[in-house]
């Protein structure tokens, strides 16, 4: 018997500063229903779904800033979410800013829940990549100020049974880096979905960049062949307020090829019935990690940051 996972990837085109809460409410529902429709029992949303992508823009006023973030999950807004997700039996992956007041020191995070067909937070990620500078840039009218904004995730990579298979999450960022698919796959994750806003131009560019789609696409499928695992990534696109996102939502197989892909910058749904043991063979054998991980060779990967190029002659 196969192990099978309907999903949807629900990608959102862009949200404004002004947009309402209740309108981007109403259009993750209006996915959930017609991914469940499609018969999906997962659908994944993007990275910060509930806003604009907001570290582009300096913010310096405390509350506008917390604006942008919940307090709380489920929020009164995204109550909604939940309780649609019980009454029809979907799970979710959701991307939002998160205010975090444990300890009683307030941080915030850039974070990914997954909940489950009963409307119950199972699996909980804060983004450890976190790109962009921790200072504006007063030379650029576009910033990107996650590390401004956002602390460093403190709760790993971590995998979770649920949807009949292992899940791993992790968000926009992380996916560029090896490490982000290697971590999960250890922790048995079959399946790793994630969100991402992907400015079509960084600060640092002049231009918008030709690959920037390529390596989009290069970073998933590389972590999907090499960790033999489907990879769903779903983007917020288009542009906001004068700011371009790519698209390119995509559904990865174990083999690295690409199931499903969105081709707009708007709402859109993509699905796919991924067999997680398409890639049996693979993980079995070329890709046996218990028999050709050689861990002794791997240490600078856990023992240092940075390069450390061989001395000059
Ligand atoms: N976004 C980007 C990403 O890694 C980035 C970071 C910015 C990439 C600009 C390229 C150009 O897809 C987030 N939110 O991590």
Redesign the pocket.
């Known amino acids: 018997m196969r192990r099978m996972i309907s999903v949807a990837a629900a990608q959102l085109g862009p949200i404004s500063r002004d947009d309402s809460r209740a309108s981007v409410i109403a259009r993750l529902l209006h996915h959930m229903r017609s991914a469940h429709a499609k018969g999906c029992e997962l659908v994944v949303f993007p990275?910060l779904a509930l806003t604009t992508?907001f570290?582009r823009w300096i913010i310096e006023d405390e509350d506008e800033l917390d604006s942008y973030c919940e307090s709380e999950m489920p929020s009164p807004d995204t109550e909604q979410l939940f309780d649609e997700a019980k009454k029809l039996g979907i799970g979710f992956y959701l991307g939002y800013g998160e205010i975090d007041r444990a300890e009683g020191r307030k941080r915030r995070f850039n974070t990914a829940i997954l909940v489950d067909g009963n409307g119950r937070i199972i699996h909980k990620y804060r983004k450890i990549?976190?790109?962009?500078r921790a200072e504006p840039d007063p030379n650029y009218a576009i910033q990107?100020l996650?590390k401004k904004y956002f602390e460093v995730g403190d709760l790993g990579f971590t995998a979770v049974r649920a949807f009949g298979g292992v899940l791993g999450t992790c968000?926009?960022?992380d996916?560029?880096w090896a490490e982000t698919y290697r971590v999960l796959a250890l922790r048995g994750a079959e399946m790793v979905v994630l969100g991402?806003?992907?400015?079509t131009r960084?600060?640092w560019?002049e231009h918008e960049?030709p690959l920037?789609d390529f390596h989009?696409r290069l970073s998933m499928q590389a972590g999907a062949y090499q960790n033999c695992m489907w990879v769903v990534g779903v983007a917020k696109a288009g542009i906001e307020d004068g700011a371009g996102l790519i698209g390119g939502s995509c559904i990865v197989a174990p083999t690295g090829e690409i199931v499903a892909q969105c081709t707009t910058r708007e709402d859109e749904l993509i699905t796919a019935d991924c067999d997680l043991d398409l890639a049996a063979g693979l993980k079995q054998n070329l890709l046996n990690f218990e028999v050709n991980r050689q861990i002794d060779a791997y240490r600078p990967i856990t023992e240092q940051a940075g390069i450390t190029p061989p001395p000059e002659e």
């Not at 990549?129 to 962009?132: E, I, R």
């Open positions: 990275e992508f570290p990549h976190l790109p962009g990107h996650e968000i926009c960022n996916r560029r991402y806003n992907t400015p960084s600060f560019e960049n920037s989009n």
